[in-house]
């Protein structure tokens, strides 16, 4: 089972959480603040190299 990396759109907290499941992935929460406002980001060798590549989609 795959291990996501998730960023907070609140408060920016990134995290990491197994998903077991799709439906599993629409109920994650900040640890930190507990919102539900997360998305799921690439992985931290991803994050590291495309620093300077185009924001995320879906995001205005
Ligand atoms: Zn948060």
Known sequence: ???????CDICGQVFEK???SSGDE???LCPKCGD???RRVLSVAGI???TC??????FS
């Not at 590549?53 to 879906?58: D, E, S």
């Open 48 to 50: 590291l190299g495309s």
């Open 18 to 20: 197994l998903v077991f």
């Open 53 to 58: 590549a185009k924001a995320p989609t879906g």
């Open 26 to 28: 629409e109920r994650t």
């Open 36 to 38: 539900k406002k997360v």
């Open 1 to 7: 089972m795959p291990i996501y990396e998730y960023k």
